[in-house]
């Protein structure tokens, strides 16, 4: 009888101590919810732009890649502020050695190849202005040549140049560039439309071959390449002319032999084996710092010319072409300008 009565009592009692349960409902509900089904797992491989760095760092990882990810962020967030210091600092000290390596060189070329000036006591006043108009036709023939390249990249037609068939895209564009510079020099000075029309053309069938190297690397990579070009060649031309009158004019057949031998050594990944790792290597410097040597020896040649040119013309034995003047010193600093930017690259690569 006693134990049917307190099964009776039960739930009564129950009744009385709902208030109770009312007042601890968090306590044991949470309890509950944990014994019967557990809490859905949340994982931190997607988290909010809004969080803050203090909560991602209290939050676990759970693999290394959300760690590198999360680590990154927080150092830009806590780093902005030191880092346009550090890049001040560094510009600073590639201007310094960039002028240190320009000081140098022409402190060196002006020792080396320039100890014979001009004996008739400076250049002339026609001489001086054929080289300016030379000048000025080589830097408007490099500003064509860089525009039309950046113009070829924005509208895509270089990358549908290198989706072509490359040797149809070599042998045309060689083809068109030889025919253009041709006939820009066979055209007379006089006749102005024809002439600079296929001068236009050739600076276009330049910027077709150097577009592709510009879209491969970095803008500031190309700065320091073009800075180095101006500079090495600002020095060169400088030597050749405050040099002796036809001091250098001898070397263009050295130089041409020179430059037979950098262009096969090109032409040589098409050929050797790629076991042939040590060949090819040697080929390869002799390619990127023979042809520096090279150019800078065209370079210094092609200013000299320009000057017997100027004497010439003022005799009357030729008419005055700066145009005709500017395509070697253009040719010679794309050469030099397109080795700078692989040496960099090598040099860019090995740090990583």
């Not at 990882?61 to 550090?86: D, E, I, K, V, W």
């Not at 803008?219 to 036809?246: C, D, H, N, W």
Request: hydrophobic fraction near 45%; glycine fraction near 8%.
């Amino acid at each position: 009888m006693s134990f049917t009565l307190t099964i009776r009592a039960g739930p009564a009692r129950l009744a009385s101590r709902i208030p109770e349960f009312a007042k601890a409902s968090s306590g044991p509900a949470a309890a509950i919810r944990a014994f019967h089904k557990s809490a859905p797992k949340t994982t931190n491989f997607f988290t909010s732009r809004t969080t803050t760095p203090s909560l991602i760092a209290q939050k676990p990882a759970t693999n290394s890649l959300l760690a590198r990810l999360q680590g990154a962020r927080r150092g830009y967030q806590y780093q902005s502020h030191s880092q346009p210091q550090q890049d001040n600092g560094l510009l600073m000290r590639k201007l310094l050695v960039g002028g240190a390596m320009v000081g140098g060189t022409w402190v060196t070329l002006q020792f080396m190849f320039n100890r014979e000036t001009r004996a008739d006591g400076g250049m002339p006043a026609y001489e001086s202005s054929y080289l300016n108009k030379t000048f000025m036709h080589t830097g408007l023939g490099i500003g064509i040549i860089g525009l039309s390249a950046y113009q070829m990249l924005q509208t895509g037609f270089t990358y549908r140049l290198m989706a072509t068939n490359p040797w149809v895209v070599a042998i045309g564009g060689l083809a068109l560039s030889f025919g253009s510079m041709l006939a820009t020099r066979a055209i007379d000075p006089e006749n102005y439309i024809p002439k600079y029309a296929c001068w236009a053309v050739f600076n276009a069938t330049q910027a077709a071959f150097v577009a592709p190297l510009l879209a491969m690397a970095p803008p500031a990579l190309l700065a320091r390449a073009g800075l180095y070009t101006l500079a090495m060649m600002g020095a060169i031309s400088f030597v050749g002319a405050t040099a002796k009158q036809e001091k250098y004019l001898y070397i263009g057949g050295p130089l041409l032999a020179g430059a037979a031998i950098v262009a096969v050594s090109g032409f040589a990944p098409l050929v050797l084996p790629a076991t042939a790792i040590r060949t090819l290597a040697f080929t390869e410097n002799l390619w990127l710092y023979g042809g520096l040597a090279v150019f800078g020896g065209f370079t210094l040649y092609d200013v000299q010319k320009v000057l017997y040119h100027a004497r010439l013309a003022q005799a009357g034995v030729i008419k005055e072409d700066p145009v005709n003047e500017s395509i070697s010193l253009e040719l010679d600093f794309l050469n030099i300008f397109v080795r700078m930017v692989q040496i960099l690259m090598m040099q860019q690569n090995r740090r990583k």
